[in-house]
């Protein structure tokens, strides 16, 4: 017969474990750590954005996360009329050989399918790392091969490119070695950045660049301890960039 004693003390410890998993869980998602999302169906007659782009986009890092990510602040900036969409994925590169390609990613489809009327563009940053870069030229082409599967069919949609943002160096990091955290090389970063203000636009690819790289180059203060992923004051400066573009 089990004894009475050992099994409160194996129940209590059973549900203090599960009260941790939970509030590790909701840290996580409180502070964009754990991957989920919170998209909602678009109503009827709503203006369709779909946010595309790595943990910049997805708010990495963000207090608050599912109010103070930078497509949610931007949903509040455009009022009802609009449905913004987070279709941001951590550590997502364009290149499809890369580390951590978007189009293999679940994401990537859902962006699809999401069938937008307004598309915000901003990746390159994870681009950046060795193991992902080889030169502008080969990232360019792998750039325009994703960015274009969201130009599709009779009714296009209007694209925004937004220019990968600044990247520091934390301060534990050596600038000798041109690494910042998580291997990005802002030094790349910069590169890519340049290349992308001159994007050619046409008839056929009416791209609007918002220059997110230019905001945030002077503003350290609005990224985390990282160096990488903007804070709140980031995001909503990114947000507010965005929104007056599309105004």
């Known amino acids: 017969m089990v004894d009475k004693k050992i099994l409160k003390i194996a129940i209590c410890t059973i549900v203090m474990l599960c009260l941790m998993l939970l509030a590790g869980n909701t840290y996580m998602y409180n502070n964009g750590l754990s991957g989920k999302y919170a998209n909602t169906q678009a109503k009827e007659g709503q203006i369709k954005v779909a946010c595309i782009g790595d943990s910049i986009t997805y708010g990495h890092g963000i207090s608050g996360w599912k109010e103070n ?19 941001g994925s951590s550590g997502a590169c364009v290149n499809p050989e890369g580390d951590q390609p978007y189009a293999d990613r679940e994401v990537y489809q859902a962006a699809l399918e999401y069938d937008a009327d307004i598309i915000v563009f901003m990746m390159g940053t994870n681009d950046s790392k060795p193991e992902n870069w080889t030169d502008i030229d080969s990232f360019m082409e792998d750039y325009m091969e994703l960015l274009l599967a969201f130009v599709e069919g009779e009714d296009l949609p209007q694209v925004y490119v937004g220019i990968c943002a600044e990247a520091f160096y934390a301060e534990d990091c050596d600038e000798e070695t041109g690494i910042a955290k998580y291997d990005i090389q802002p030094g790349i970063v910069d590169e890519i950045a340049e290349r992308l203000e001159q994007l050619p636009t046409s008839s056929v690819y009416p791209f609007s660049v918002i220059d997110v790289h230019s905001l945030t180059e002077a503003h350290p203060e609005w990224f985390e301890a990282d160096g990488i992923h903007p804070n709140n004051d980031g995001a909503k400066a990114i947000a507010e960039m965005v929104a007056e573009a599309m105004r």
């Open 69 to 87: 990510n930078y497509p949610a602040v931007l949903q509040e900036l455009l009022g009802e009329e609009y449905h913004v969409a987070n279709f």
